[in-house]
């Protein structure tokens, strides 16, 4: 036998053991919790965080600035 035809053969049992798997639920039929991972890393929340506030802050000053003129 060569070896591309023992791989073959053994990729192919490997798959034909998960058939029988699938679809199967977990015996305790508990669901598996799925970890909570932001998409989002906190740098850029923060930096979004410090232009929405600034630019809340530089518009109340150039409001009152304009309005005391």
Do not use: C, Y
């Not at 591309?4 to 977990?26: C, L, M, P, V, Y």
């Not at 669901?31 to 518009?59: H, N, Y």
Request: no cysteine.
């Amino acid at each position: 036998m060569t070896s591309a035809t023992r791989s073959i053969k053994h990729r192919n049992q490997q798959f034909s053991e998960n058939i029988t798997k699938r679809g199967q639920s977990s015996i305790s039929g508990k669901p598996v919790p799925k970890e909570k991972s932001s998409k989002v890393g906190p740098v850029i929340t923060s930096l979004f965080i410090f232009v929405v506030v600034g630019s809340a802050v530089f518009q109340l000053l150039n409001m009152f600035l304009n309005t005391s003129s």
